[in-house]
Nanobody, 122 residues
Framework: QVQLVESGGGLVQPGGSLRLSCAAS????????MSWYRQAPGKQRTLVATITRDSSKNYADSVKDRFSISRDNAKKMVYLQMNSLKPEDTAVYYC????????????????WGQGTQVTVSS
């Protein structure tokens, strides 16, 4: 069974920093694009950042120059370094990955983590 598990969320003051991590596990042959999304209360889930397997990166305009996405292919992990956090960054952050799995046969699929809460408040 394939799983994505996020960690690193919490409560932080405005201007502070947090680092989110997401680990992929299970019968994974290859991890392709990995992304972070977020969903604030009463709002739709939106894309925060994406990183391809060769580490090309894209960011939402609202987080450019503050957030940085990175990955470790050997560990099947993706990270989101969040700096200069603002109250409007408060949301549940979700890890998303395009994976090639290998059991019972090779196939591609899109997977979500369970989410981790980030709250920015004084």
């Amino acid at each position: 069974q394939v799983q994505l598990v996020e960690s690193g969320g919490g409560l932080v003051q405005p201007g502070g920093s947090l680092r989110l991590s997401c680990a992929a596990s299970g019968s994974i042959f290859r991890v392709n694009d990995m992304s972070w999304y977020r969903q604030a209360p009463g709002k739709q889930r939106t894309l925060v950042a994406t990183i391809t397997r060769d580490s090309s990166k894209n960011y939402a305009d609202s987080v450019k120059d503050r957030f940085s996405i990175s990955r470790d292919n050997a560990k099947k992990m993706v990270y989101l370094q969040m700096n200069s956090l603002k109250p409007e960054d408060t949301a549940v952050y979700y890890c998303n990955a395009d994976l090639t799995t290998m059991f019972p046969s090779y196939r591609q699929g899109n997977y979500w983590g369970q989410g981790t809460q980030v709250t920015v408040s004084s």
